[in-house]
């Protein structure tokens, strides 16, 4: 693993700003997704808003990856394809958006309900954004990547879910991907070994939780996620820089 890299401010105020975008695309997706509106239409309307701001979606093209956003359903955990599929009231639906501005990347996702959704599925949701905020809390400089990793896992696990091990959050910056690999579980064998977290470093930080088991599948697409035993997944991310004074989330409007 390569060495963790600084932003300085002038960075900083750019992914502020490629944040402040991604958080508004994730809004605007977020009150057009109805039931029978097409994922095909969201990603549209995220794409248009994005370059009409004078950003450039993050993911159109990113090895190969055909659309402006993902949009992911139910079961599907992540890295969904929009399509023809129309939104179905109950639906889970994962957005996840990215960002570049001036060069510099924002990374952002929610879970949005359509319509009136399943008891199951709203505690799935509130304690998956609770898990974020709870990972966002421990960041600090001086801190492993294990201690942010062991505040969500014991938070998920401890409520009888379960923390998706195959996808992670990561650095970000002048690429989408950056170190260091952030991981939702405590990884044993690296334990003590794992990157510190330096002052000015941005974390895209993600949590993904299911109500069953953790492991994954990839569907013949070559992209979309899918829970193994097909029950119902949740996802947020926020871009956060640690800061002097703790974690400062990018990814606000």
Not at 43 to 68: E, M, Q
Not at 154 to 175: F, M, N
Request: proline share 6%; charged share 25%.
């Amino acid at each position: 693993m390569g060495g963790i890299e600084s932003k300085t401010p002038v960075e900083l105020a750019k992914m502020r700003q490629a944040g402040r975008l991604v958080a508004e695309t994730l809004q605007l997706v977020s009150d057009i997704a109805e039931p029978g509106i097409t994922t095909e239409q969201l990603d549209r309307a995220a794409g248009d808003y994005i370059l009409k701001s004078g950003g450039t979606p993050a993911f159109k093209g990113y090895r190969g990856f055909p659309a402006n956003i993902c949009t992911s359903v139910n079961e599907q955990i992540v890295h969904g394809i929009p399509g023809p599929y129309r939104l179905r009231e109950g639906d889970l639906l994962k957005l996840d958006v990215g960002a570049i501005w001036q060069g510099y990347y924002g990374d952002g996702a929610a879970t949005v309900p359509i319509g009136e959704i399943s008891e199951e599925a709203r505690d799935l949701m509130q304690l998956t954004r609770e898990a974020l905020n709870v990972g966002i809390a421990g960041l600090r400089a001086g801190v492993r990547v294990s201690d942010v990793a062991a505040r969500i896992q014991q938070l998920v696990e401890g409520r009888g879910y379960s923390v998706v091990r195959d996808y992670s959050g990561h650095g970000i910056g002048r690429a989408l991907h950056e170190d260091p690999r952030v991981p939702n579980y405590v990884e044993r064998r690296l334990l003590g070994r794992d990157p510190v977290l330096p002052e000015g470093a941005v974390i895209a930080l993600e949590p993904m939780v299911n109500v069953g088991k953790p492991q994954t599948e990839l569907l013949s697409n070559g992209w979309t996620v899918v829970t193994r035993d097909r029950k119902l997944s949740a996802h947020f991310e926020h871009t956060v820089a640690i800061g002097a004074e703790g974690p400062v989330i990018l990814t606000l409007p």
